[in-house]
């Protein structure tokens, strides 16, 4: 990855947010930022927590200096900190590639159907859809344990390049039925680092990325 890359899009991006409109600014106040898509969000706990709904797939969340990127089916629930960044994500349903901040003393919850993850920071995605038993999750880079449903048992997955696993509905980990990371792709991993002026803290084999969007990003 070219580090020239992430700083220009960052700067795309503050130029972009210079330029939303009114309307745009409107619905939305400092916590929680739409900078692409459609979002409903429902306040409550003074600010200090939110029910989202996405409306639009490729919808780009800012909480803090943590971004969130969903489809049009993400429905979830969040809770911040003191510092406006991300304290607990609770996914009700829908695909998230989330970027949060990396702090060591940091301890951000997210909740699956089938399972709880303690999150340091880290980049990851999951996917909940309620067709299936199974939650799919991938651990893009960095170090998220999770606490199995039934036995209370810790798993860790702490990788550099995508780790990914199916979560069935008595909290067992199993291997996805796929060759790639499903549902998300390196250069969105970049672009939503970008947003929040990071790049990516992982390992690409061979100094390459190996999985690309076949569809065009947003342009922010
Ligand atoms: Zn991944």
Redesign the pocket.
Known sequence: MCPDLSRRKFGQFLAASLLLPLSAVAQDNEAIRTLHGQLDIDYFKANKAAQLAAKENQTIIVIGEDALLTDASFKGEITLNDEGLIERLKIVSGQVLAAFKPRNDRQSELILPNATASIRGT???ANVNHTYDSDYL???YGRMVFENATTGEAQELHNRY???VMINDVGDFAKPPYDA?YG?YDDE?IMLEAVVGREPHWQLPDDKLQFLAPYSLPKI
Do not use: I, L, S
Request: aromatic residues 16%; neutral net charge.
């Open positions: 980049g990851f995605y991938c651990c893009c995508h780790t990914a990371p998300h991993v």
